[in-house]
């Protein structure tokens, strides 16, 4: 991939996020600023507490900054109305979450249809996608299952599969492997890898996963509030060493 022929698709502009509990004021975010390039595999890490999830649902309009903007597409997200908002999250960023989010009295396809059929999308034209989807993330035969019936590694495939159901630009993966076995973990975030270079996706990961650091084409590291470094993947050694000497480092 040419990243300076890419675009940047999302920019943090000074983004601070202050949260008052009771009487104490936490500073979670403390001016971050960051460019991430259209189609790149871009992972957040840091510490429990660091603002790395904070930062992340900034980024995917979940929340908003205390003072500076987050633009999505050069459209500053905060200025949009609930309707724009809604619209930006069902069309433009697709979302991926720890504890996957299945609907658990729906079928795998039913999940993964319901964004498609929100946006407006034929039912047919969505059960058809849908089925596509499926088969994309290697779950086509289990298109009836209720998550119940699935495995955790299945479950998340079938989020995966609901999170491209309308052709997102970006990805927000919050702790995918989370609650996945260190198999099950690397499958889905080769799955993640594959999708963003055939469909050109951006993909956001928060995670304390350093397996994903083989993966990506950029790590942001968080601590305290505020970026810590930005890595270049030329720059990062994925050795067992280099793991273990970062998890001192990074708890």
């Not at 109305?81 to 989010?101: H, M, P, S, V």
Request: hydrophobic letters at 40%; one cysteine or more; a negative charge.
């Amino acid at each position: 991939m040419d990243m300076k022929e890419l675009h940047n698709i999302v920019r943090v502009s000074a983004v601070t996020k202050v949260f008052k509990l009771k009487r104490h004021r936490v500073e979670a975010l403390r001016g971050v600023d960051l460019e991430i390039r259209a189609g790149e595999y871009l992972s957040i890490m840091g510490p429990s507490g660091s603002g790395k999830s904070t930062l992340f649902n900034m980024i995917g309009g979940l929340d908003k900054p205390s003072s500076g903007k987050v633009f999505i597409d050069e459209v500053d997200i905060a200025q949009l109305d609930a309707y724009e908002l809604a619209w930006l999250r069902c069309r433009k960023i697709g979302y991926i979450f720890q504890t996957f989010n299945l609907i658990q009295v729906m079928t795998a396809l039913e999940n993964v249809t319901l964004p498609m059929i929100f946006g407006g999308m034929h039912n047919d034209a969505a059960v058809q996608k849908g089925l596509d989807l499926l088969d994309l993330v290697g779950l086509g035969e289990r298109f009836r299952h209720k998550p119940s019936e699935l495995s955790g590694g299945q479950q998340q495939r079938v989020a995966i599969a609901r999170a491209m159901a309308n052709d997102p630009a970006i990805i927000l993966a919050d702790e995918p492997t989370g609650n996945l076995d260190l198999t099950t973990g690397e499958e889905i975030i080769e799955l993640l890898k594959r999708l963003s270079e055939d469909k050109g996706v951006t993909v956001i990961s928060a995670t304390h996963d350093f397996k994903m650091l083989s993966v990506s084409d950029r790590v942001v590291w968080i601590r305290d509030g505020q970026i810590d470094k930005i890595e270049e993947r030329e720059q990062l050694s994925i050795s067992v060493g280099e793991i273990a000497r970062r998890s001192i480092h990074h708890p």
